[in-house]
């Protein structure tokens, strides 16, 4: 299990899709005016967390 979490390629992707989750909430309550907290674990949208997973890995791949 350790050495899954010191795979930087992992870890880039991780990070990417964590991101793209977080940046949701503030993106939609620019629309909206309302903080909807929901979209942290919702599915789709965008940014596309799916995306920045597989780009995260993929150019993390490309580097190491």
Not at 50 to 59: E, F, K, S, W
């Amino acid at each position: 299990m350790l050495d899954l979490l010191n795979n930087p390629i992992l870890i880039a992707g991780l990070i990417g899709w964590a991101i793209a989750q977080v940046v949701k909430v503030p993106l939609e309550s620019r629309k909206t005016h309302r903080w909807n907290w929901a979209l942290l674990l919702a599915p789709g949208g965008m940014p596309s967390s799916h995306t920045a997973l597989v780009v995260g890995i993929t150019h993390a791949a490309g580097l190491f």
